[in-house]
């Protein structure tokens, strides 16, 4: 009944006009219908269902607004579709961006060394690209040997340095590091002689240190351009300094895109390089204290002879390089205390 009272209310003129109607057709019935009223009745019937034709129309103006306003809704939703979803991939890309950015760390000079140490933690991997590779021989290769004997686990090292029979190169390199060298200080000056020793005194130590322990896999490449950077990529981050032992950094760790993109960069650049025939080294074994005729043997098997400039006392200098050079980052952690005590009983 409350339904049927609802109906009735909201649609009183359509029921009142049917109720006219069938009193009017009761009516028409009779005998001697009254004319009059029959008309009036008519009449009224008219009005009713005039009153709610324009009611109707009425009702349906605002209706068909909508549905219009509807239609033009749904013509532009694809275009508003796609602007959403190009917003969406600004989103997507900006939080990659931070993210990215998150990763990138900027280290100070004093916490560049305790960087590599945490990278060279546990890594059983490296690989270096840089002037003469000092800080490898002095530092990253003893601690990452002295670990991996340790460990008793394989090590693959890879190397790229400039090629010091390339005379050009190395006067380019010393050039550049005179010229971003501190006046005042008392260090050794960068000349073409001493560059050249730096990168041979690099691969008597990797070949010192490999033949020494077995599980020892390096790959060295000779450069004949130079980087002002060094990059040292490690299992776990990449580091990215330059030559000044001070200067600031940039550390990126594993799973972001970058640390990838210089891991792919590293190798290919690897690739392009001359490389070292480590190989042939076994031909010309090495003592605990190499002596001039092995280190001249040693680099004479690999096709590297010295130049005939170079005397017995630059001969033993490139050793002492070698095997006992000076840590560029004096403020930073030693390397392994065993790195190099490693004798023919650890092969």
């Not at 409350?2 to 009735?8: F, K, M, N, S």
């Not at 776990?236 to 990126?252: D, Q």
């Not at 001249?296 to 490139?318: E, N």
Request: glycine residues 6%; aromatic residues 6%; charged residues 30%.
């Amino acid at each position: 009944m409350a339904r049927l009272a609802v109906w009735l209310v909201k649609n009183a003129d359509g029921a009142i006009a049917l109720l006219v109607a069938v009193v009017v057709a009761v009516i028409g019935l009779t005998d001697d219908p009254d004319p009059q009223l029959v008309s009036g009745a008519t009449l009224l019937v008219l009005g009713l269902v005039s009153a709610g034709i324009l009611r109707d129309r009425y009702r349906r103006g605002p209706v068909e607004e909508e549905v219009r306003d509807s239609l033009r809704t749904l013509a532009v939703l694809p275009e508003r579709l796609e602007r959403i979803e190009e917003f969406e991939q600004l989103v997507r890309r900006s939080r990659l961006a931070l993210d990215e950015s998150s990763a990138v760390q900027v280290l100070g000079g004093a916490e560049v060394a305790p960087a590599l140490a945490a990278a060279r933690a546990g890594t059983d991997r490296w690989t270096f690209k840089g002037g003469t590779g000092t800080y490898i021989r002095a530092v990253t290769l003893p601690g990452l040997v002295a670990a991996a004997r340790r460990d008793g686990r394989t090590l693959l090292v890879r190397l790229e340095i400039i090629d010091p029979s390339d005379g050009d190169v190395c006067d380019t390199y010393a050039r550049f590091r005179r010229a971003g060298a501190d006046s005042t200080a008392q260090a050794e000056p960068w000349t073409l002689e001493r560059t050249r020793k730096e990168s041979y005194a690099t691969i008597l130590a990797v070949c010192w240190y490999t033949e020494r322990f077995r599980l020892l896999e390096v790959v060295i490449g000779l450069s004949r351009t130079m980087t002002t950077f060094r990059w040292d990529l490690s299992a776990s981050s990449v580091i990215i300094t330059r030559e000044e032992p001070t200067g600031p950094a940039l550390k990126i760790d594993k799973g972001k895109f970058y640390y990838d993109w210089c891991a792919a960069e590293l190798l290919n650049s690897l690739d392009q390089a001359r490389r070292v025939p480590l190989e042939q080294a076994r031909a010309a074994p090495l003592s605990d204290e190499p002596t001039i005729e092995e280190v001249r043997r040693l680099f004479q098997a690999l096709g590297l002879a010295l130049p005939r400039s170079f005397t017995d006392r630059d001969v033993m200098d490139i050793a002492r390089r070698a095997l006992r050079a000076a840590n560029p980052y004096p403020d930073g952690p030693d390397p392994d205390p065993d790195g190099h005590e490693l004798t023919r009983r650890d092969r």
